[in-house]
Structure formats: C-alpha cells, structure tokens
C-alpha cells in the first residue's frame, strides 16, 4: 500500500473517530440529565407519571402537528421527552424541526433549569439558524422558542447575540404577517434588557426594523412594545448617534401624540434630549414644540405631562431661539393651567418654565420703577407707557386664565356654592403670588 492511501486512510478514520466522539458527547449529556431526572422521580407513582404530559399549544391550522406531539409524550415522560425534541431538533427534517422548536418552546416556559440546559445542548444556535429560513410557520415557531428561553436568563440572551441573531431579522417588514412582527418584537424587548452591558443592540438592522414596524400599520400592542425597545436602547447614550441618525426622533413624535403609546415614546425622547444629536433633531422638528405643549394640556395622562414638561425644559433652557417658539405656539397659557391643575411634578416644571419667560420678558422690558438688583438691561430702554401697556397686557393673560381655570375647577368640583364669588375673588386677586 503507497504511502498517499496510508495517509488519506488515516484522515478519514480521523474524521470519522471526532465525529463519533462529539456525538458521544452530547449523548453523554442527555444520559447525565436523565440519570438526574430519573433519581427525583423513583418515589413518585406510575399514575402521577401518566398526567404529566407535554401539550404544545398551536393554531388550528396546526392540528396535526399537535396530535402528533401529544402522542408521543403520552409514551414518553419529561426527560425522555426533552431527548427525543433535542435530538430531532438537531437531526431530524425540516418538518420534525419545526414541531421540536414548538415543543422546546413549551418545555422551556415551565422550567428554569432546562432552559439552561437546552443552551448547553445547542438548541439556541440551532433555532437562531431556523430563524433566517423563509417558511413563515417554521421561523414563527422558532422565535417563539427563543423568546422562552431568553426569559429570565441573561446567559441564553448572550448566547443569541453571539448566534448573531440580530443579522437574521426580516430586511422588508411588508411580507411579514402581524403575529411574526409582534413575536420577533417581544424578543428584541427581551434582548434589549442587557442594552445596558458590552452588547451592543443599535445597530442599523435593528432600528431599520423598530422604524419600519412603528410606521407601519402594525397594531397598537406591537408598537408599544417597540417604543419598549427604543426606550430601552436609549438609556445608553452611545446608541443615541446611530438612532437618531436612522430617523427615529420623527417617527417617535409622531406617536407621542397617540395616548396609547405617549408615554413610551415620551420616555424614549426624554432620554435622546439629553444628547446633543438628539436635542438637535427634536429643535429642527416641525412637530416641536406645538405637538408637546398639546401633550401637556392632557388633563388625564399626568406622567405624559410630567415628561413633556420635562423634554420642553430641556430644549428651552438657554436658548432663546426655543423660549420665543414656544411662546409663540402658546405655550403660557397652557403652563398657567398646569401649574394649578397638573400632578406636583408637573405644576414644579411648568413653575420653572413660566420663571424663565417671565425673566426674559423683564430683560427684554428693560428696568421699571424702583431697585434693581442684579438685573441688566437688554437693548434701548422703552418709554414708560409702552412699559405700562406690556404689564398691564400680561396682566389681563393672567387674569383670563386664572378665569377660565377657575371655571374648570368648580365644574369639576360640582360645588353648590355660588361660582360667581370664586370669580369675583380670583379677579380681585393680585397676579404677584403666581411664578409667572
């Protein structure tokens, strides 16, 4: 025999000896779990064994598939159960893969400690490699199972973002059906949780898919939990480059003004504000300010007001150019209200607001009657009765709002008592106890 067959021979018994060694390997695992399972369950009765089948929930469409499942675990009890899933997962057709990933996801919902386990048995680069295929009920089923495998585990998430599950999300959401958009959304949630750690979830794949399910006509609960997502990847200010840059400042003032998702994309936005890129696109933003003073005239959503305060703080201070939009749009009126009306958080914010216009105005007036301390003037002073004209202009605003507030609160109230006095001493009242 010549020394090349010699050589190809021992290559091949090579291959065929590591091949051998790593299935031993994972069967060695399964033996070790059963062996486990078996030594808690031998005080346990042959009846109670019989009652702890698998029943995998599916669509009616897919009634053969759960017949065929409920069969087998009726034959079969729990640990032998999860072998024979693992091992059709790993070997078995594309068919017995799709109803494994179904059962897998069952079993895993019930149990911590098989979660875990499944990870160390391969299954999730196995289902993130499911993920990619184009057969709708075969993904759907996969990511059904991711999502109750990462549940509660920070070692499972880590593992699917090494299984790079991220590049396996749809490039064009229109020719993906609602209920994979809602599920692939609830495992970016799920994922998006250790945003905060050396993972890096704002990439362009990422945020090109929350923009494209969030203009989309996708329902109300996908959306929101999107915004979940975009929350959450926003607390690190790293990410705030790449979602800005992606759109995703316009898309979220759009929904905010939707009091279902408000308060999710508020939050998102509060924390985009505090970087300059996002503070950036909120001023350029036609929406701004007039779509979030109309978020603080919301009566019934009081932590909507809170952080719309919060992001129109943010934009107005130091920097005139925002105050004189704002107070053109309207904005002192609609403060007025809040800081009578609105939640403690809410009536301190619009207080802060209304302190700084009501100073730029004065600055602007130039100096009145009487000591001025630590007050520059601004420009040519004005004579004394264009003065007079613009305290008593600011006079009446007061006035009028503290009017029309004032008949809300004794209509809300229902009081018996004679409103026409509660007028009377609100007009008689001296504007100086306001902030403004």
């Given at each position: 025999?010549s020394?090349?067959?010699?050589?190809?021979m021992?290559?091949t018994?090579?291959s065929?000896?590591l091949?051998?060694?790593?299935?031993?390997?994972?069967f060695?695992?399964?033996?070790?779990?059963?062996?486990?399972?078996?030594?808690?369950?031998?005080?346990?009765s042959?009846?109670s064994?019989?009652?702890?089948k698998?029943?995998v929930?599916?669509?009616?469409?897919?009634?053969?598939?759960?017949?065929?499942?409920e069969?087998?675990?009726s034959e079969?009890?729990?640990?032998?159960?999860?072998?024979t899933?693992?091992?059709?997962?790993?070997?078995?057709?594309?068919?017995?893969?799709?109803m494994?990933?179904?059962a897998?996801g069952k079993l895993a919902?019930?149990?911590?400690?098989?979660?875990?386990?499944m990870?160390?048995?391969?299954?999730?680069?196995?289902?993130v490699?499911?993920?990619?295929t184009e057969v709708a009920?075969?993904?759907?089923?996969?990511?059904?199972a991711?999502?109750?495998?990462?549940?509660?585990?920070?070692?499972?998430?880590?593992?699917?973002?090494?299984?790079?599950?991220?590049?396996?999300?749809?490039?064009?959401?229109?020719v993906?059906?609602?209920q994979?958009?809602?599920?692939?959304?609830?495992?970016?949630l799920?994922?998006?949780?250790?945003?905060i750690?050396?993972?890096s979830?704002?990439?362009?794949?990422?945020i090109?898919?929350?923009?494209?399910?969030?203009?989309?006509a996708s329902?109300?609960?996908?959306?929101?939990?999107?915004?979940?997502?975009?929350?959450?990847?926003?607390?690190?200010?790293?990410?705030?480059?790449?979602?800005?840059?992606?759109?995703?400042?316009d898309?979220?003032?759009?929904?905010?003004s939707?009091?279902?998702?408000?308060?999710k994309?508020?939050a998102?936005?509060?924390?985009?504000?505090?970087?300059?890129?996002?503070?950036?696109?909120?001023?350029?933003?036609?929406m701004?300010?007039?779509?979030?003073?109309?978020?603080?005239?919301?009566?019934?959503?009081?932590?909507c007001?809170?952080?719309?305060?919060y992001?129109?703080?943010?934009?107005?201070?130091?920097?005139?150019?925002?105050?004189?939009?704002?107070?053109?749009?309207?904005?002192?009126?609609?403060?007025?209200?809040?800081?009578l009306?609105?939640s403690?958080l809410?009536?301190?914010?619009?207080?802060?607001?209304?302190?700084?216009?009501?100073?730029?105005?004065?600055?602007?007036?130039?100096p009145?009657?009487g000591?001025?301390?630590g007050?520059?003037?601004m420009?040519?002073?004005?004579?004394?009765?264009?003065?007079q004209?613009?305290k008593?202009?600011?006079?009446?605003?007061?006035?009028?709002s503290?009017?029309?507030?004032?008949e809300m609160?004794?209509?809300?109230?229902n009081?018996?008592?004679?409103?026409s006095?509660?007028k009377?001493?609100?007009?008689?009242?001296?504007?100086?106890?306001?902030?403004?």
């Amino acid at each position: 025999m010549s020394a090349s067959q010699t050589q190809s021979m021992s290559s091949t018994s090579s291959s065929i000896w590591l091949l051998s060694r790593r299935k031993l390997k994972f069967f060695a695992r399964i033996r070790r779990f059963l062996q486990s399972k078996s030594a808690r369950k031998r005080c346990v009765s042959s009846s109670s064994d019989h009652s702890n089948k698998l029943l995998v929930k599916s669509n009616t469409d897919e009634e053969g598939d759960r017949v065929v499942i409920e069969k087998t675990e009726s034959e079969l009890d729990g640990s032998m159960a999860l072998q024979t899933w693992v091992k059709r997962l790993h070997f078995g057709s594309w068919e017995e893969k799709e109803m494994a990933a179904k059962a897998i996801g069952k079993l895993a919902k019930e149990d911590v400690k098989e979660r875990k386990l499944m990870a160390e048995l391969g299954v999730i680069n196995m289902l993130v490699s499911m993920v990619a295929t184009e057969v709708a009920g075969r993904r759907l089923a996969a990511v059904k199972a991711l999502i109750e495998l990462a549940d509660g585990t920070f070692t499972n998430k880590a593992l699917m973002l090494e299984a790079a599950i991220l590049s396996k999300l749809p490039k064009d959401i229109d020719v993906v059906d609602n209920q994979t958009r809602h599920e692939f959304a609830e495992l970016l949630l799920s994922l998006s949780s250790i945003s905060i750690t050396h993972f890096s979830l704002a990439k362009t794949e990422v945020i090109q898919f929350l923009v494209g399910i969030l203009e989309s006509a996708s329902g109300i609960q996908t959306k929101e939990i999107c915004l979940g997502v975009v929350c959450n990847l926003s607390v690190v200010l790293e990410n705030a480059g790449p979602l800005v840059s992606n759109g995703i400042v316009d898309t979220v003032l759009k929904l905010s003004s939707f009091k279902e998702l408000s308060e999710k994309a508020l939050a998102a936005l509060s924390h985009l504000v505090l970087t300059m890129m996002g503070k950036k696109a909120m001023e350029d933003s036609s929406m701004v300010p007039e779509s979030l003073i109309e978020i603080l005239t919301w009566e019934d959503k009081q932590k909507c007001q809170e952080l719309s305060a919060y992001i129109l703080m943010i934009l107005a201070h130091q920097s005139s150019t925002q105050r004189d939009k704002m107070s053109k749009a309207g904005i002192v009126p609609v403060l007025l209200e809040v800081s009578l009306l609105g939640s403690p958080l809410a009536q301190k914010r619009a207080m802060k607001l209304l302190q700084w216009f009501k100073d730029e105005r004065q600055a602007k007036m130039g100096p009145h009657s009487g000591p001025q301390t630590g007050r520059v003037a601004m420009g040519s002073p004005l004579h004394p009765r264009e003065a007079q004209e613009g305290k008593t202009m600011m006079k009446n605003l007061v006035k009028q709002s503290l009017h029309k507030n004032m008949e809300m609160i004794t209509r809300r109230a229902n009081a018996a008592g004679d409103s026409s006095n509660l007028k009377s001493l609100v007009l008689s009242t001296s504007s100086k106890s306001l902030p403004y």
